[in-house]
Structure formats: C-alpha cells, structure tokens
C-alpha cells in the first residue's frame, strides 16, 4: 500500500482526496501547512506527495526547496490554481515531479499518482545510467569510461547526478550549490563554474567543445546526454 502525504490547507479539499485516495488503495495523511509538511515528511516515509502551492506558513514551493536541498527524493506533485506556464516551470525545477491543476479530476490525479510512483521505481531499480562510453554506477558511486574507472571526486558526482536526474532542464548555479554541496557551504559561482569545467575534462570526448555538459550563457547549464 502506498503512503501519501496530503499537504492542503483547505479542509474540504483534503476530506475529498482523503476519501478518494483511501477507496483505491491508498494510505493517506494530511497536513496543513508547509513547516507541518517539512516535519511530517522528514519523520514518516512517505511514497508521494501531494503538495498544494498556497499555503500558511511556507508555501509550496518553499517546502519543495527545502526537501530538494535535505536530499529528500520523494516524489512531488503540486496541487495549484495557478495555470501561468512561468510558475509551472518554477515548480518543476525545484523538482517536482509533476503538477495538477485545480480543479482537477480524482481519476486524472490517480493517474498521475501511479505515473510518478512507476518512474521512481523504475529509476531506483536501475541503479547504472549511461550516456556516450560513460557509465554511471549509483550503487557503486563509481562513474566509468569504456569500463576504465574514472577519478572523480564526490563533489564532481553529485554534480553529475544532478545533471543525469534533470537531463534537458537549465539548472542554475544556485540550483547547482543546492544539489551538489552541503548546506550551509558558502559558495561563488565562480567555484561552481571550475567544478563543472573539472567535470568536463573528465566526461566529455572534447572538453573544450562541451556535448553533453552545455553552458546556458546568463543562467548555468543544461545537460544534454
């Protein structure tokens, strides 16, 4: 049975994807407000979570941001009224999973609750991810070269890793420093560009004419592999 943490602040909201979720299967709590959802997500495992965007306290994109950068991977679908494209792709790249808009239908909802939780296992079941000759070995920590191990720092892999799990997106330097370093580091861009230029040299055919590693003038940098 799969657990869902519900974070809504309107009651009768939350009493109807309650009662819908539990019907189909679902093992459902609800929280309503975004410092309730930090704590409850960070004392329970939850499967997915619900997470609307207005909310007291912290709002959703909030709580999103700050259960990206505590290496939280539990997948998120916001809950918005809001329909502009702009805070849709805010949502998404603090990394949600997915979105719905309100109103939505309960049946579309589950759909989308299902999609995310068959992506999520899929990824956590294929533990190796390739691009070109590089190999990337999760498990391991280990990042290969035509089966040749590479010396890559632990740094350089989790940057890498924040690359492979957004592969397509822009991700900006801040969002770089949120992934890959400790909280609490004081970091300069200027840092984030010679650690990625560090990357290049090892992963990329030509370091110097980047194919999978491109920089995104005025923002950061996507991965394209």
């Keep these: 049975m799969s657990r869902i943490l519900v974070v809504e602040d309107e009651p009768d909201i939350a009493l109807g994807l309650t009662d819908d979720l539990t019907r189909h299967g679902f093992e459902v709590e609800v929280v309503g407000d975004g410092e309730a959802a930090l704590a409850r997500a960070e004392a329970g495992r939850f499967d997915v979570i619900l997470l609307d965007v207005m909310l007291p306290r912290l709002d959703g994109y909030e709580v999103c941001r700050a259960l990206r950068r505590r290496r939280d991977k539990t997948p998120i679908i916001l809950l918005t009224a809001k329909v502009q494209e702009a805070e849709k792709v805010l949502g998404l790249e603090l990394g949600a999973d997915d979105y719905v808009t309100k109103p939505f239908s309960p049946r579309e909802l589950r759909a989308r609750i299902k999609a995310v939780l068959r992506r999520f296992e899929d990824d956590e079941a294929k533990g190796v991810e390739r691009f070109g000759d590089i190999e990337v070995d999760f498990d391991r920590a280990e990042v290969r070269r035509a089966g040749e191990p590479l010396a890559i720092t632990a740094l350089e892999f989790r940057l890498l890793k924040a690359f492979l ?48 590693i491109r920089g995104v003038r005025g923002i950061g940098y996507r991965f394209d592999g």
């Excluded at 004081?186 to 650690?195: E, G, L």
């Excluded at 040299?201 to 030509?206: A, D, L, R, S, Y």
């Design 165 to 212: 799990s957004r592969r397509g997106r822009v991700l900006s330097r801040a969002q770089l420093i949120d992934l890959a370093w400790d909280s609490g580091t004081n970091v300069t861009d200027r840092v984030v560009d010679t650690h990625v230029l560090h990357l290049r040299q090892k992963i990329e055919p030509v370091p110097a004419e980047p194919t999978y």
